[in-house]
Nanobody, 124 residues
Framework: QVQLVESGGGLVQAGGSLRLSCAASGRTFSSNFMAWFRQAPGKEREFVAAISWTGSTFYTDSVKGRFTGSRDNAKNTVYLQMNSLKPEDTAVYYC??????????????????WGQGTQVTVSS
């Protein structure tokens, strides 16, 4: 069983930065394939970034060059560094994990465990 807790959200002005953290409990954190999703009011939850077991990263086009995902297996934590934030980045950000990754990192159905989310609000 895996439990995920996000933190680091808040209110920032456009062009600013935030770093989100996702702390995981459970056995063998290094075996978890991790991802970040976000959901704005009235919209579907969408893929943002993924981080593999070894730290390889994958991003949706809208955040490439601005967001950076990483992980620290010793701390059982993954991160999302968000720079050059835009108002359209405003959403609740969720951490997700799976221990049985099948290759479809952009799909919500790939993940078995979800955090409760942390609010990111970007003002203009």
């Amino acid at each position: 069983q895996v439990q995920l807790v996000e933190s680091g959200g808040g209110l920032v002005q456009a062009g600013g930065s935030l770093r989100l953290s996702c702390a995981a409990s459970g056995r063998t954190f290094s075996s978890n394939f991790m991802a970040w999703f976000r959901q704005a009011p009235g919209k579907e939850r969408e893929f943002v970034a993924a981080i593999s077991w070894t730290g390889s990263t994958f991003y949706t086009d809208s955040v490439k060059g601005r967001f950076t995902g990483s992980r620290d297996n010793a701390k059982n934590t993954v991160y999302l560094q968000m720079n050059s934030l835009k108002p359209e980045d405003t959403a609740v950000y969720y951490c997700a994990a799976t221990r049985s990754y099948t290759g479809s990192y952009r799909l919500k159905s790939e993940y078995d465990y979800w955090g409760q989310g942390t609010q990111v609000t970007v003002s203009s």
